[in-house]
């Protein structure tokens, strides 16, 4: 582990480290819109349904986060299927460890699943003279509320899973069933990291979408209303960088629970220049985020680079938590099944597979737009 | 890879593991069939409707996919990292083997599950509002990436029945086109097609809008799919004929409950069959919302029967000739029948205190990492009531020769000591669980248990069986 992040192992190890964050890079895309959006919602839910109805942005998650959803799971399937490769006894032992608890999070996010499109069905409600219409503000209250709590338990078992594949020296007691169970140190501050960081994924995200789904917000139109005297971009800054500065103070707190061979492997060789591309991407968004927040105005060209930063931070945080990770298992004994694995055939249909269907999904989006376009046209 | 990898044992009460993670994979295989048959059939509606010939599709389809989105986009893919979960809490040495050989397979059949999303997540929020022929391509290519999913994970299911060739390559390519793929994997399509099309029948008496004229019509050509059914039979004798001989047998007689899973798939399905042949297709007669449910209903009756026969006939192995149902290799019985199963098992005794004896508390740890996946203690297919009546000399005997006392049961991949342990563990629940219990030490006692398991062997007691029946031809031809 003295070289960079990937370099350093062979180069099946390499492969797979490489493919996890990779991975799970595009679940944490969306992953954190799930979970921020969730969120933002519920809070938003609070301030009433005035307050609602100006913010375009609480409309556009409600209406994209069932989507959001499955991408999510769709796109956590494939960091699962590397993490059983590299870290096949650890894995398996914390999800074994946890057990009922950790088997929780799959009724927990089949109900959130659908609460979303509960909570999506209720906004349409909403506009009915019915029964339903005129109590719907209250249910959309609890059913937010029920979902952000159901996301916020999943997200708490992935931690404590995590956490717990890397104290070997927990496992034995909490097989005995001895004690009061898993209550790591690093839990509520490694909880709190991730909770906040999605909030800054969630502000470029939705900057991105509002553009794609036409709704500019320099422009007046049902997006563009103030809510607290914030315009919509001002919203998103100010979510950006809430996120970003509690984002800071919780990894610093969390930092100060890991064992010193993890700060020392974030620090080294290994995680060093990715925690500093993470540092600077972090910098870039908030000098970004505090431009738009004067200006109310953010050009797609600044916006780009919002995107590179955030997307480089995401990737040099993923590596630090690899590095955490590496410095608590003893991956040597491994290395040779690493290299077994990558070599059992089937890499280059993966990779074909993987190019063609990118291609493919591309294409379908393209399509649907221009399709989309052209109907407009021919309606207009 | 090594002989046995020991993991922490979930303990599911009286649950018996092997019941969760197949109940949990019959409603996912379900779901999942109902996804990609959808797909085809409305395909095949729209194509209908460009051309004409099915006036009410376009309104159909945009109804049925959005069934297809609530149902399968929600419950099939939670369904489906709940396999994997459920998978790692019944056996990880056996998910962990399958991640293992074909990980870049899965990786594979990942592609197409996020094509399978985003075309049909974009076809049911905009499909409404496109030109028939993008929504013909967005159709297609959901059904495409929904089948692709099923044919590679098709290859892997198959492998643990009939690894074939693999077992001596170890290529990926050999395992994977094993001789179960495509005959499972061509009945797969049909039961697919054939569930599409009777939830297709459900869902259209279940549209308020339409007049009775309508969902005649609709029904009509929903239900031509069918037609594919009366391939089953031959599909079925197809995957039938590749299935190892033992596997064969015990469907087919030699296991009770699996030959009665296996005649409730096929009463079901010949049911559903003559049903949608004759009197839907032939005689074209009308069938209400009930008459489709209780078609539907079959189907799953069916899928649960061939699901139940499917994950059954592979006993006593989970991957054959490569792990036991238990998740110990055959290459790691005769170690541990030498060390010990619990000597290999690094994790503390839950609740140690409520066994009176020291050879109680060794049982229990043999029984976990032996019996569990299949076994409870005082649940569903509870050890101490399939032994109650047995003496303690026959208990002794069958779990010495477990492979012989049945032959779907693996071989006991543990010292005679255990053995001894576990027969006292079955006397003492059968007893009671009585506070005082005498420990059982009898050196000769032990030795009678030696020789039997010696006498027993380590590979499965079918292949013994053969063996034995082999020699015994071959000696009465040379007498």
């Known amino acids: 582990m003295n070289a960079a992040f990937p370099c350093g192992f062979p180069t099946a190890t390499s492969l797979y480290l490489v493919l996890l964050v990779v991975t799970m890079l595009l679940h944490l895309v969306f992953m954190h819109y799930v979970l921020a959006g969730v969120a933002y919602v519920a809070v938003g839910r609070l301030f009433g349904r005035r307050l609602a109805a100006a913010c375009g942005w609480q409309a556009i998650l409600v209406d994209w986060l069932p989507f959001a959803t499955g991408l999510a799971i769709t796109a956590g399937v494939a960091p699962l299927l590397f993490i059983q490769i590299l870290y096949r006894q650890e894995f398996y032992t914390a999800n074994l460890l946890l057990s009922h608890r950790w088997m929780a999070i799959l009724p927990a996010l089949l109900a959130c699943f659908y609460l979303l499109y509960l909570q999506k069905s209720l906004q349409k409600s909403l506009q009915k003279s019915s029964w339903i219409g005129r109590r719907a503000w209250v249910w959309r209250i609890v059913v937010a509320w029920i979902a952000l709590a159901g996301f916020l338990f999943i997200a708490a078992s992935w931690v404590e899973n995590h956490l717990l594949m890397l104290d070997r020296a927990a496992w034995l007691p909490l097989a005995a069933g001895d004690g009061p169970g898993f209550a790591p140190a690093g839990l509520l501050p490694r909880l709190a990291a991730w909770f906040t960081l999605a909030f800054v994924s969630l502000a470029i995200e939705l900057v991105w979408q509002g553009r794609l789904l036409g709704e500019r917000f320099d422009q007046p139109s049902g997006m563009a209303q103030a809510v607290f005297g914030l315009s919509p971009l001002r919203r998103l800054a100010v979510t950006a960088l809430s996120g970003l500065g509690l984002t800071a103070l919780f990894v610093a707190w969390y930092a100060t629970t890991l064992a010193p061979a993890a700060r020392a492997a974030v620090a080294g060789p290994l995680a060093g220049s990715w925690l500093w591309l993470a540092v600077g991407g972090a910098m870039v968004q908030a000098a970004v985020w505090i431009r738009a927040a004067i200006t109310d105005r953010l050009t797609d060209r600044v916006a780009w680079l919002a995107t590179a930063a955030w997307l480089a931070m995401l990737a040099g945080l993923l590596v630090c938590r690899e590095a955490v990770r590496l410095s608590a298992v003893d991956l040597e004994p491994l290395l040779a099944r690493h290299e077994e694995s990558a070599g059992i055939g089937g890499l280059p249909v993966f990779v074909v597979c993987a190019l063609l269907v990118t291609a493919t999904i591309i294409w379908c989006v393209a399509s649907v737009r221009r399709g989309l376009y052209r109907e407009r046209l021919t309606v207009r | ?479």
């Open chain 2, 1 to 479: 890879m090594p002989p046995f990898t020991p993991y922490p044992v979930v303990d599911l009460g009286p649950l018996m593991k092997g019941l969760v993670i197949g109940g949990l994979g019959i409603v996912h295989v379900f779901i999942a069939q109902f996804a990609i048959g959808g797909g085809m059939l409305l395909a095949y509606l729209q194509w209908l409707g460009m051309k004409g010939r099915c006036p009410n599709a376009r309104q159909f389809i945009d109804g049925y996919f959005q069934v297809l989105v609530l149902v399968s986009f929600v419950v099939g893919a939670v369904t489906g990292v709940a396999m994997w979960f459920t998978s790692i809490q019944i056996s990880p040495q056996t998910i962990g083997l399958m991640v293992e050989e074909f990980h870049w397979v899965w990786a594979t059949e990942w592609t197409f599950f996020c094509l399978e999303v985003v075309s049909g997540y974009l076809f049911y929020r905009y499909g409404s509002g496109l030109d028939d022929r993008l929504r013909l391509r967005l159709l297609v290519l959901y059904s495409f990436a929904a089948w692709m999913s099923l044919f590679w994970i098709n290859g892997i299911l198959s492998w643990q029945l009939t690894p074939g060739r693999w077992l001596e390559t170890r290529q990926v390519w050999d395992g994977f086109f094993n001789a179960g793929f495509w005959p499972s994997l061509a009945f797969r399509t049909v039961t697919s097609i054939a569930t599409a099309s009777l939830a297709a029948c459900v869902l259209v008496n279940a549209v308020p809008s339409f007049t009775r004229e309508e969902r005649a019509g609709l029904i009509a050509v929903c239900a031509r799919p069918l037609i594919f059914m009366l391939a089953m039979p031959l599909l079925g004798m197809w995957y039938f004929g590749v299935m190892p001989a033992d596997s064969r047998r015990w469907a087919t007689g030699g296991s009770v409950p699996m030959t009665m899973f296996l005649m409730m798939a096929v009463g079901s399905s010949l049911l559903v069959g003559l049903y949608a042949t004759v009197a839907i297709l032939r005689q074209r007669l009308f069938i209400n919302g009930a008459t489709a449910t209780l078609l539907l209903t079959l189907a799953f009756v069916a899928t649960a029967g061939g699901e139940f026969v499917r994950e059954g006939v592979r006993k006593p192995f989970t991957v054959r000739q490569v792990l036991y149902s238990n998740a110990i290799a055959p290459e790691a019985v005769a170690e541990l029948r030498r060390t010990g199963s619990a000597a290999v098992d690094p994790y503390p005794l839950r609740n140690a205190g409520q066994y009176p004896t020291p050879q109680l508390r060794l049982a229990a740890k043999v029984f976990r990492i032996q019996c569990s996946v299949c076994h409870t203690l005082d649940g569903m297919n509870a050890v101490p009531e399939l032994a109650a009546t047995w003496s303690i000399e026959q208990r002794r005997l069958n779990i010495a020769q477990l492979q012989r006392t049945k032959p779907f049961m693996p071989p006991f991949a543990g010292s005679a000591e255990e053995v001894e342990a576990i027969v006292q563990l079955i006397g003492w629940v059968v007893a009671g669980r009585p506070a005082d219990w005498p420990e059982s030490t009898d050196p000769e006692v032990i030795a009678t248990i030696a020789r039997w398991l010696d006498e027993a062997g380590t590979g499965p007691g079918e292949e013994e069986a053969r063996e034995e029946g082999v020699a015994a031809t071959a000696g009465r031809s040379s007498r």
